[in-house]
């Protein structure tokens, strides 16, 4: 196949499906109990130098509790796939957990505007970026779910954007067209919050699924947590929904407002507030230290962050906004 | 007597009157969106809206704040992924491309990723998000922006979503898709368009009480002007009403 041109950064993760197979040919398929807790699943599963990638759409169902684990454990050296990611982006480069990123969306927060901690963290070049699209990474990781090493398509081309990352350009063998060839990329964990799972893993999502139905077929290992715990035969009851099934997945763990401050479709809405809030303090790094200490290194657990940020009179304001109740 | 207006208005309603009724869309949160919720409205009920993050022709009650927030979705058709959207757009399902401001060039490019040098730059922006994909593989691209000499350039400092990139011929000898591009501009200031030969921008209405030596002096290259320009047809009384009473009461675009 003819190559006519390549991106000039680094590539990140080794695109051999053989590897790949070679790691799956070990991976566990007992339908076991996997509950654990989120201080262990990351302990376990996010060491340092690891290779991670976060779930849902920036700040909408997002996996906010392995997010706050991961700096609360000091993670340091991760690299990160930068895949429609904004809160949790945010959150990675206050705990300066991050030394190189497969980038599509970093940065930004959409309309809120940018994080000022994370362009600090960016503009000061110790981040390794290699830049993509947001549909090349959602195809880098299709690829690697259907097991081979690169996907093609129609976008990147002609642009900076190709020429600083790490694509190739083909020509099709069929027709002579020209694509952007886009290497398989294999996290080695991805975080992942749902709607519903069972205790072996078993996921239904409602609403949109993004990338995560990709996500989780090309990730090493998979985290889940789960709004709520439902039993097996519910699952059963309902196959067709079952978007993760078990045999994906390595730990689950039941954190109800696991989404939060992000929201979480037919649950509740985002805090735009506790948002604002991380823009405003981030603007001085003395003020943003100080708000890591009180709502995430000197929290024990999800639950007191959620206090803090308002508890259980919060939520049902969240969940009010998210059903409209307040609409004719 | 004409209703009063603020030009953040102006520039909605300019910009929903470009989509036809019937066709597909894929657009950003903020004005784009509000633009394609005002011509779902006006003139183009059977508009279909799509997001990149897999919502299909929601039923929006309020102006989503993400483009995967769970209004992306309401009361749609469908809620599907990032693959399943672009790849419809890739198919040539996608009719036009809907897309928020940024530094700009004649052709039409668009830097949403750095100022300075790659590698340690002066400012860190987004990047492409999902802009480079919609704007390579949907039909038409609109992009609405504020109309300042500091982001309309001469050439973009980094090219991170195609316009007709250097010219004629170009996006084609890339491989993009043939018969794609940008399609309109929509600034506080005109309408642009892009000159069939060139490729090169051109104004093609301006905004009423806006002058053409404003519009010459807030862009950063050699515009095309023609000698007779339209002025672009101010807000209607319906529209307004529209978008202010159902597209954004709550002021998240139009209140900028």
Redesign the interface.
């Known amino acids: 196949m003819k190559i006519v041109e390549e991106g000039c950064n680094a590539l990140l993760m080794d695109p051999d499906p053989d590897k790949a197979r070679g790691f799956f040919e070990k991976k566990s398929r007992a339908m076991t109990d996997k509950r654990t807790t989120v201080k262990e699943a990351v302990e376990k599963f996010i060491p340092d130098g690891c290779y991670l990638a976060i779930g849902g759409f920036g700040a909408n169902r997002i996996p906010t509790s392995v997010l706050h684990e991961i700096l609360r454990q000091r993670r340091k050296n991760l690299g990160f796939l930068g895949h429609t990611s904004t809160h949790d982006f945010q959150i990675l480069c206050a705990g300066d957990c991050i030394d190189r990123v497969d980038a599509s969306y970093i940065v930004g927060l959409e309309a809120r505007g940018l994080s000022p901690n994370a362009r600090r963290v960016m503009e000061s070049g110790k981040v390794k970026v290699t830049e993509w699209t947001n549909y090349a990474l959602t195809v880098r990781l299709r690829a690697a779910a259907e097991g081979v090493s690169f996907g093609i398509a129609r976008c990147m081309l002609g642009t900076d954007t190709f020429k600083m990352s790490a694509a190739k350009v083909i020509e099709c063998p069929f027709t002579g067209k020209k694509y952007v060839a886009l290497p398989a990329v294999w996290p080695d964990v991805a975080a992942i919050h749902v709607h519903e799972a069972d205790i072996y893993g078993n996921c239904h999502i409602r609403g949109i699924s993004v990338a995560d139905l990709e996500l989780a077929r090309a990730a090493k290992h998979v985290i889940i947590t789960t709004e709520r715990f439902v039993g097996n035969h519910a699952i059963r009851l309902n196959p067709t929904r079952t978007v993760i099934p078990f045999y994906l997945v390595d730990a689950v763990i039941e954190v109800p407002y696991g989404s939060y401050p992000g929201n979480m479709a037919y649950e509740y809405f985002s805090d735009e507030d506790h948002l604002k809030q991380w823009l405003t303090v981030e603007k001085d790094p003395e003020e943003l230290a100080k708000f890591l200490d009180t709502y995430i290194y000197n929290v024990s657990s999800f639950e007191e962050y959620l206090e803090l940020c308002g508890g259980f009179a919060k939520m049902k304001e969240l969940r009010n906004l998210e059903g409209l109740v307040d609409r004719l | 007597m004409a209703p009063e207006y603020r030009m953040m208005e102006m520039m909605i309603c300019a910009a929903s009157r470009y989509l036809e009724d019937g066709r597909t869309v894929a657009v950003g949160?903020?004005a784009p969106c509000a633009a394609a919720m005002l011509a779902q409205k006006m003139n183009a009920p059977n508009l279909v809206i799509l997001f990149?993050?897999?919502?299909v022709a929601p039923t929006m009650?309020q102006m989503p704040?993400?483009?995967?927030?769970?209004r992306?979705?309401f009361r749609g058709i469908m809620?599907?992924?990032?693959?399943e959207m672009?790849s419809t757009c890739?198919r040539g399902l996608v009719d036009y491309a809907f897309l928020g401001g940024a530094e700009i060039d004649k052709y039409g490019?668009i830097n949403s990723?750095v100022v300075g040098d790659?590698?340690?730059?002066?400012?860190?922006?987004?990047?492409?998000?999902?802009?480079?994909?919609f704007a390579?593989?949907c039909w038409r691209t609109l992009i609405m922006t504020v109309h300042t000499k500091s982001r309309f350039v001469e050439k973009v400092g980094?090219?991170?979503?195609?316009g007709y990139?250097t010219g004629p011929g170009?996006?084609e000898?890339?491989?993009?898709?043939p018969n794609t591009g940008p399609y309109k501009i929509i600034t506080d200031l005109a309408v642009l368009g892009f000159d069939e030969e060139t490729k090169v921008m051109q104004v093609e209405s301006i905004h009423p009480g806006v002058e053409r030596d404003q519009v010459r002096d807030a862009t950063g290259f050699d515009l095309i002007m023609p000698d007779f320009i339209q002025t672009t047809p101010p807000p209607s009384d319906s529209e307004l009403r529209i978008l202010r009473g159902e597209v954004d009461p709550l002021r998240?675009v139009i209140g900028r």
Do not use: H, Q, W
């Open positions: 949160t903020g990149e993050a897999g919502g009650p704040i993400s483009v995967g927030d769970s992306t979705f809620a599907a992924g990032m693959s672009m890739c490019n990723t790659f590698y340690k730059p002066k400012v860190r922006f987004p990047g492409s998000g999902g802009a480079n994909d390579s593989m980094f090219l991170t979503t195609p990139l170009a996006r000898a890339a491989g993009l898709p998240l």
